[in-house]
């Protein structure tokens, strides 16, 4: 399975979960780190959004929270990102969404 992909914005939006809390997000997080071996380079919170930024295969990307909206990886660079970027957000989309289904 592959998480939704939104590209209606002018960039590839990886949907992880549309309806979660903050452990979840923590917990996504945790799954980056310790089996893709991701480390986040610049981590913003703020009381109802967060935007952790990670490289993955080259490109900059985005763990992103939003209260409203749920976990999503999109481009660091939005709509100025390149067509690699926009695919690694689909590749480490699905990866995750795959290793989250496992463990559900």
């Known amino acids: 399975m ?3 992909l939104e590209i209606d914005k002018g960039w590839t939006e990886a949907i992880i979960d549309d309806d979660c ?12 780190e310790t089996n893709f ?4 380079t610049n ?19 985005v763990l992103l929270y ?8 999109c481009p660091l660079a939005f709509k100025e990102s390149t067509l ?13 969404f795959q290793k989250l289904l496992n463990l559900d």
Do not use: C, M, Q, R
């Open 2 to 4: 592959k998480p939704k």
């Open 21 to 32: 809390g903050f452990d979840k997000f923590y917990k996504v997080a945790h799954i980056l």
């Open 37 to 40: 071996n991701i480390t986040f």
């Open 43 to 61: 981590k913003l919170n703020h009381i109802d959004i967060i935007y952790w930024d990670f490289d993955f295969k080259g490109s900059k990307l």
């Open 66 to 73: 939003n209260i409203y909206l749920g976990i999503s990886i």
């Open 84 to 96: 690699a970027d926009n695919n690694a957000v689909e590749e480490i989309g699905t990866l995750l």
